[in-house]
């Protein structure tokens, strides 16, 4: 069953597309994840689908509800955890869920049963009575993720959630987000651009690219369509020249270039790189590096796009500089 559809959903400021028709449904009850850089469009889809934003055109429905015409049920029906921190340092953690449950209007002799329920989920029983201006970046997102459950809502909204975290605290927050879903139930939609975050958690996955939805499956399949190795060549020059030779070689299954990096899907790829030097000497190209690895879902986005996500990041961040050089 489908907890939310949306149907050429769109999102424009001014000429600026946010969200450019997109459309895609939600099980209930999965993990379904929103991929792509900074400024793909990612927040602005999150927001819309919440009720924060209207949409410029196009339709959705969360848990049954038009998120037009019927905001209020649609708010009853999720949580949310927002990508910027938004407890209140000067509460204790339990006093930061008992304010939530209050404006949800849980009831009273439930709002108790519901924090202490909450604060074991997320491992901040020892910890509940503390202010949280002393907690831990990893114990704030933590408390975060329990305080968007205590009205128990169908769906929880996670935009990006371990982003400005440590590797080590993102894994802790990665099993908490696994163990959650297991536990409640609840559908969990998330946006990251961390690669490795979509692999990990998602049931599926959508990748996200200035606005457009550019694929959606499970990571399996989308990794599974390359299909062979991807072999990697770092070229500092004469790359234009092997990748033009290399688009006419019928061994090979598909080829991006990103970068400075050629990376070109083969069957049996450990056999092929003595061929790939040699076509890369023949065009007298410095060859700096070779890898050779399983399609992963970074291969996927770079296959899909032409740039990797670090390259939209990056084009992302100039593009916010230029915005606020103007507005200057």
């Known amino acids: 069953m489908d907890i939310i559809q949306v149907d050429r959903l769109s999102k424009e400021f001014g000429k600026l597309k946010a ?46 509800h038009d998120i037009k015409k019927d905001a ?33 209007r849980v009831p009273k002799k439930k709002r108790a049963i ?12 020892d910890k509940a009575d503390v202010l949280v201006k002393f907690y831990s970046g990893g114990m704030k ?3 975060e993720i329990g305080r968007g459950l205590i009205h128990e809502p169908k769906v929880l ?11 080590q605290t993102r894994r802790h927050i990665w099993e908490y987000i696994k163990k959650l879903n297991e536990i409640s139930n609840v559908t969990l ?16 996955v959508a990748i996200v690219d200035h606005g457009r939805l550019v694929t959606l499956d499970t990571p399996k399949v989308l990794k599974d369509k390359l299909g062979g190795d991807v072999v990697s060549l770092r070229i500092s020059s004469g790359e234009d020249l092997v990748e033009s030779s290399l688009k006419s070689t019928k061994w090979v299954k598909a080829l991006s270039k990103h970068d400075g990096t050629i990376d070109i899907t083969v069957e049996e790829g450990e056999k092929r790189i003595p061929a790939l030097m040699e076509i ?16 992963s879902l970074e291969d996927v986005f770079i296959h899909y796009t032409g740039k990797s996500i670090r390259e939209e990041e990056g084009n992302a961040w100039q ?9 200057r």
Request: proline share 4%.
């Open 189 to 204: 939609i998330l946006t990251t651009h961390y690669i490795e975050e979509a692999d990990y958690l998602c049931n599926r």
């Open 114 to 125: 519901k924090v202490k329920e909450v604060l074991k989920l997320v491992e901040l029983e």
């Open 319 to 327: 593009g916010r500089m230029r915005t606020m050089n103007r507005r």
């Open 72 to 104: 209020n049920l649609v708010r009853n029906s999720i949580g949310i955890v927002f990508q910027d921190p938004s407890l209140d340092d000067e509460l204790t953690g339990r006093e930061n869920l008992e304010f939530h449950a209050v404006l949800y």
């Open 157 to 167: 909204f996670l935009d990006e959630p371990t982003v400005g975290l440590d590797p």
């Open 141 to 143: 997102r933590r408390l």
């Open 280 to 295: 890369a000497e023949k065009h007298k190209a410095k060859v700096d590096s070779v890898l050779l690895h399983k399609p």
């Open 19 to 64: 969200v450019d028709k997109i459309s895609f449904s939600v099980r209930e009850g999965e993990i379904f994840g929103l991929l792509g850089p900074n400024g793909a469009g990612k927040t602005t889809t999150i927001k819309m689908l919440t009720t924060l934003l209207q949409p410029t055109s196009g339709e959705a429905r969360v848990a049954g």
